[in-house]
């Protein structure tokens, strides 16, 4: 799973670039290949200092059953990163027609229940401060997610008459129902909708491998999305991505796609500077228009991530240092932001160590029986340890089974994740408790 450099940003680099350039694409080589031989990373990284090539690589593969990799072409899902651009929609439709940012969601969706349609505004649906309930916090939204039917109407109606979770204007809680109602509010518009809207502005900027993604419609190099990687591949679970996701975040995009977003954002002329000016002013809690705007280390960023099943992302503007990061997963279990903030301290002189998982050592399966057990680790959260074909395999509550790897005899790791298992035994051998180290020491008594 070596990287491989773009071809054409491999000429680009071999024009322009410098021996730190070189230096800097042999340590985020190292970083991202130690995630991938893991099994914590598949997927494409690209990075861009002052027009630049630091890095670019396409890790893993689109599919692992068929064995097709990842590639320049290969597009991802990407989550919440579609909020940029249904916040840079929606801005784009200001010149078209009536739309203000001070309008109420009544004014151009009538029927929502009041007196909520009448107090939200745009710009708080924009910013996160509308006070509507996420409606992906709802557990029976995830539980129907691959079934749903109908229209995005039909399912902004699931959470359009619960009660706002504050006065609107007052408070910042993300919320993708506020986004998800901003594609609905532009469906309404005369003459023209969502999809339309995004089409245009993508057609403008030259991003031909990005769109939103349709029920039903073939994505050509669309990659697989999956829950776990390693010797066994598992696919994510199957989600109606237009309509569980929407205006909030049913984009797909490619790597090289949204480096020209970027370059486009720095001259854009599709919208006024002062609506521009907006787009990247935060509101509360550093969030603007689908962007957060924040300070890391004495450098200006603006980025965002994104996560939908078997998918994240993640995308950072440095605008001061003109530094661009974008790091697209087909694994919904990387670590995306650690990985992109990683990226960044790299091209900033920072040191940062590469994943180096304990030394695996021989230990006789037969003692794997001794610690076959369920583990209390807290109310309602254990940890399932079973022998299965001399391996020994961890399962917490709701989440997937994987196997953890002998550093010794009683201390034991998993690949997937920064974490190990200490069996504490007693004087037979027989574990009676156990440590899991992970963010701390979490102990685990045997039931």
């Known amino acids: 799973m070596r990287f491989k450099i773009y071809l054409f940003f491999f000429i680009t680099v071999l024009t322009f670039g410098t021996a730190k350039a ?5 340590k985020a080589g190292a970083y991202i290949d130690a995630l991938a031989e893991n099994g914590r990373f598949s997927g494409n990284v690209l990075v861009v200092k002052a027009g ?4 670019g690589g396409y890790i893993g593969y689109a599919n692992y059953a068929f ?14 990163i579609t909020k940029q651009f249904t916040a840079y929609a929606v801005l784009f439709a200001t010149q078209y027609g009536d739309l203000k940012l001070t309008d109420h969601i009544s004014d151009y969706i009538p029927e929502y229940p009041k007196p909520y349609g009448d107090q939200i505004t745009i710009h708080q649906l924009l910013t ?35 009660p706002l979770d504050f006065t609107p204007g007052s408070k910042f809680k993300y919320s993708n129902s506020g986004y998800y109602v901003l594609g609905v509010i532009l469906d309404r518009l005369e003459n023209m909708n969502y999809e339309m809207i995004l089409d245009k502005i993508l057609g403008a900027i030259g991003m031909r491998n990005s769109g939103l993604e349709v029920f039903r419609k073939d994505i050509r190099n669309l990659s697989t999305g999956y829950s776990r990687l390693g010797n066994n591949p598992q696919k994510a679970n199957f989600i109606n991505a237009e309509l569980a996701a929407y205006s909030a975040g049913a984009i797909y995009s490619t790597t090289d796609d949204l480096y020209t977003w970027n370059v486009f954002l720095k001259n854009q002329e599709l919208i006024p500077k002062e609506l ?14 689908g962007w957060i705007i924040d300070e890391v280390d004495g450098h200006q960023i603006q980025w965002h991530n994104g996560g939908i099943d078997g998918f994240v992302s993640y995308i950072a503007r440095y605008p001061k240092d003109d530094l661009f990061i974008v790091v697209l997963s087909n694994y919904e279990g990387a670590a995306i932001n650690k990985i992109g903030k990683d990226l960044a301290k790299m091209a900033f002189g920072q040191e940062v160590a590469v994943l180096n998982l304990p030394k695996e050592v021989k230990v006789n399966p037969r003692i794997f029986e001794k610690y076959e057990g369920t583990y209390n680790l807290a109310p309602g959260f254990d940890l399932v340890v079973t022998k299965e074909r001399n391996r020994l395999m961890a399962q917490a509550t709701g989440q997937d089974k994987f196997q953890i790897f002998p550093e010794s005899e009683t201390m034991f790791f998993f690949k997937v994740v ?19 180290h992970q963010n701390g020491e979490h102990r685990g008594k045997k039931k």
């Not at 070189?22 to 042999?26: F, I």
């Not at 630049?52 to 890095?55: E, G, H, R, W």
């Not at 509507?132 to 959470?159: H, Q, W």
Request: hydrophobic share 30%.
């Open 22 to 26: 070189q230096e800097y694409a042999e």
């Open 276 to 289: 521009m000016e907006k787009y990247f002013t935060p509101e509360k809690e550093h969030y603007a228009y």
């Open 128 to 162: 996160h401060t509308s006070g509507i309930p996420n409606y992906t916090d709802d557990e029976s939204f995830f539980k129907n997610r691959a079934c749903l039917e109908g229209t995005p109407e039909d399912v902004m109606k699931t959470f359009w008459n619960k």
């Open 67 to 80: 064995n097709i990799k990842n590639t320049p072409a290969t597009r991802f899902r990407i989550g919440s």
């Open 52 to 55: 630049k090539v630091l890095y």
């Open 418 to 436: 920064d974490a190990k298992v200490e069996f504490i035994v007693d004087e037979d051998g027989n574990a009676t408790e156990i440590i899991l």
